[in-house]
């Protein structure tokens, strides 16, 4: 008989939706599979203000349709005052912060991580409750990038003891190792880098389909984020990180950064928990950790997978865009019952 | 006034040419320019019989027309006997050894380096005098797999102290730093990883381009090639690797590894070496070198190159084939005068 696991609630805790067409096109996708989702804000322009926060959030709410799915919208960090904050905190989830240039749509980014210049804004959201996710790369060598950020972290973590900082998608044993030096740290973990190493993406073909920013790292790395994924650490939320681009941008002569997981991710989590039975730390994964570190309640959804196997399509196609899904015509052991 | 350089005789002592259409859209690029090259074997099946290889040699000769220009053959690494290979010994400048498996055409190479296993070949290769060209890297994780083979560099030195062995494309301070602890250790390297590092490949778009195996390494692997390069280290040669694939084999959702160089090599060499201000050491890198460790005695042709600028084609077409070279687009500050 084939297994079968149920999963309450779940949840992608970062997601990239982008807009027009590409939303039309990718927003179903999650909204099919996930409760909720926290939405990335780095759009062109980014999302500053509560008027494009609360338009974006309704074109995402038409753009998913019928399904009951809650975006959790976030802010693209700045200056922001404690009036302005604490106006909009009903409104967001928390606030992104990207250093300057370091990804996709970032150029708008913090130039200076020094704690000093950003207290203002900081010690307002610790005030108010608002969490910091943060993107955590240097501009350094691309293997090391993440690693030497970790002394900002830190710094970070120790000067607002009371603001919640999300390590977002974490690659690295340090980051692991980092995790729980401090109360107040958390991370999110992609599926991409549950399974892959830099190995995946350029040690064989080259793999324009599996180049994210944090870049895939060595296998000593993955090991530590399989092992506190799957053992359910309470600090450890899925987040996806699921970035589309259009197939030319990422079959082309310079390839954007983004992994396309979105309508698969529920599928590869199965059949890699349950590769290192730990099907039973998957809900704590994918959803409860969230609901007790944002605190917040999604609506109800329940999804059931079967272990049957599911061929991953070779590109998802709607108002004409078309996206590469990871695994694109590869088979995944794992399927949603519909 | 701009500056000038004449180079006597230019050589690339590690070149791709291929067979078919592709040969025939690719030799004349490096037959314009260079006295000779040595031809890599790794055709489809390999060339591993005299046949095959004047065959090769002589399709080479058709392709490059009137200029002059030698190819300098090789056979792809198998285990042949004394009788063979002195019978072949003249028609040939080294044999290639390929770990299987590990780039290009390369699937039957050799699965075991362990010296006893390969002593029947390369002990004749040492007393006929034919030196060994290797593609050094283990079956690892990307960015270690140069490093590692160090070792068996090693013990292959040691064991065949008579053996000329070039350590091909080095990529990592490891191999610069092995060089001199051998007297019958040499090694080629090309212009991209002069100039390149993994941050130009995968740090901030994806470029599949400058995608080559061994895969550009960290600054400080790449500040140790330009020592030995820039300095004119007699031991080292130049050799492009320059790689022909199609476009849309490069561009595509799985990218083939190799840099195409061949027509913009000298251009890019003349630029890095007067950059450094070390223009009067690039005749020993580009051909006394290798004279001196290979003994051969190519046609005689001057190349004269000045200080102005060269746009580099965005792509080379012929034949039906269209190739990308490295800096597709960009400016190079020195050009061939015609």
Redesign the interface.
Known sequence: MSKLITLQTPLDMHLHLRDAQMLQLVAPLTAKTFSGALVMPNLVPPVTTKEALLAYKQRICNAAGDEKFEPYMTLFFQHYSYDFLKEVKEHIIGIKLYPAGITTNSETGVSSLDSETLRPTLEAMSELGIPLCVHGETNG???DREKEFMPIYASLAEAFPKLKIIMEHITTKAAVDLLDKYDNLFATITVQHLLI???D???G?????L?CKP?AK??EDRSALQKVALSAHPKVMFGSDSAPHPKHK????????GVFTAPIALQILAQFFDKYKSLENLQAFISDNALNIYGITPPKKEVTLIQKEFIVPQSYDNFGETV?PMY?GETITWSIVE
């Open positions: 060598f691309v293997m190493t830099l190995d993406v350029a040690g073909m080259l793999k324009p389909h180049f870049i060595r296998y990422k079959e082309s002569c310079g390839c954007a950064a590469v694109a």
